[in-house]
Nanobody, 123 residues
């Protein structure tokens, strides 16, 4: 079992930055691929970024590429999403997710989810 708790969301003006954090509890964190998804009101949950168990492999949605950076610290059981140059269309609840070993870009492939953290970007 794994529990995930996100933090770091908030209200920011367009062009601003936020650093989202995901704290994981449970055994063998370093065996899990991790990801961030987001869901805006009235829309489906969408992939944002993922990172392999050792951090060597990362992927990003086209909409955030060049602006967001995912990272992890296996010693601290933490995953981060640095979000820069935020846009109003980035407004959503951001979720942290985990699955064993291999990264994936669809929500259905992830086994564990946090409760989410709200990011609101004003224009």
């Amino acid at each position: 079992q794994m529990q995930l708790v996100e933090s770091g969301g908030g209200l920011v003006q367009a062009g601003g930055s936020l650093r989202l954090s995901c704290a994981a509890s449970g055994r063998a964190f370093s065996s899990y691929a991790m990801a961030w998804f987001r869901q805006a009101p009235g829309k489906e949950r969408e992939f944002v970024s993922d990172i392999s168990w050792n951090g060597d492999e990362t992927h990003y949605a086209d909409s955030v590429k060049g602006r967001f950076t995912i990272s992890r610290d296996n010693a601290k059981n933490m995953v981060y999403l640095q979000t820069n140059n935020l846009k109003p269309e980035d407004t959503a609840v951001y979720y942290c997710a985990a699955r064993l070993y291999i990264v994936a870009m669809t929500a259905e492939e992830y086994d564990y989810w946090g409760q989410g953290t709200q990011v609101t970007v004003s224009s």
